[in-house]
């Protein structure tokens, strides 16, 4: 029980593009922190969010050790990670062997849906997004190719992409949960 604790005392959560802390964020058994590059973010999230560090930092290039991360989460951020086998090469090399990485994220829009979307965006000059969610075959080949096994992928809810009025419909997608450990 002792040993639980202390195992507990010193795990490390760590949240990749965390964002500005508006959804609930509980306080981790050992040591939380939040990853994101927007500093404005970072500065709402450090006086609204008890319990975690957080740090300004490209998830692409994290400064974390080797095998430092006990879990690991990226919520609505891999699309932004581009290429995103080197994003998932981070995670892995930043993953402890016994860790846990959870992606949330969206399924891919269609071809033509996402190429509409991509437009939209443009001329309302808003910055597009890199991908426009995953094929899930290709992302857990790439998780495999990262040196990570899949545990489970499933389905919860669905992703938002863009909405009124800066673009004529909602554009949604399903959102997946991924685990992977090192095998
Ligand atoms: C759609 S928001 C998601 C925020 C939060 N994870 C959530 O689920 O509410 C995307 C976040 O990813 C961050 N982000 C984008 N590119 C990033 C990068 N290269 N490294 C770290 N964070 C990044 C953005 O600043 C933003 O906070």
């Given at each position: 029980m002792a040993e639980t604790a202390e195992h507990d005392q010193h795990k490390v959560t760590v949240e990749i593009g965390c964002g500005s802390g508006s959804r609930a964020r509980p306080v981790p058994a050992g040591i939380g922190v939040g990853v994101d590059v927007d500093i404005n973010a970072l500065r709402t999230a450090v006086r609204s969010t008890a319990g975690w560090t957080f740090i300004g930092a490209d998830g692409l290039a994290l400064p974390l050790r080797d095998n430092s991360c006990a879990d690991l989460r990226i919520?609505?951020?891999?699309?932004?990670?581009?290429?995103?086998?080197?994003?998932?090469g981070e995670l892995a090399r930043v993953m402890q062997p016994s860790g846990v990485l959870t992606?949330?994220?969206?399924?891919?829009?269609?071809?033509?849906?996402?190429?509409?979307?991509?437009?939209?965006?443009?001329?309302?000059?808003?910055?597009?997004?890199?991908?426009?969610?995953?094929?899930?075959?290709?992302?857990?080949?790439?998780?495999?190719?990262?040196g990570l096994d899949v545990e489970d992928i499933h389905m919860e809810g669905t992703a938002t992409w863009a909405t009124p009025p800066f673009?004529?419909?909602?554009?949604?997608?399903?959102r997946f949960h991924l685990t992977a450990r090192h095998p």
């Open positions: 919520q609505a951020v891999l699309h932004h990670l581009v290429p995103t086998a080197t994003a998932l992606i949330r994220d969206g399924v891919a829009l269609d071809a033509n849906e996402a190429a509409h979307l991509d437009d939209e965006l443009r001329q309302a000059g808003h910055p597009s997004e890199p991908v426009y969610g995953f094929d899930l075959d290709e992302l857990a080949e790439l998780v495999r190719a990262s673009v004529s419909k909602p554009y949604t997608s399903e």
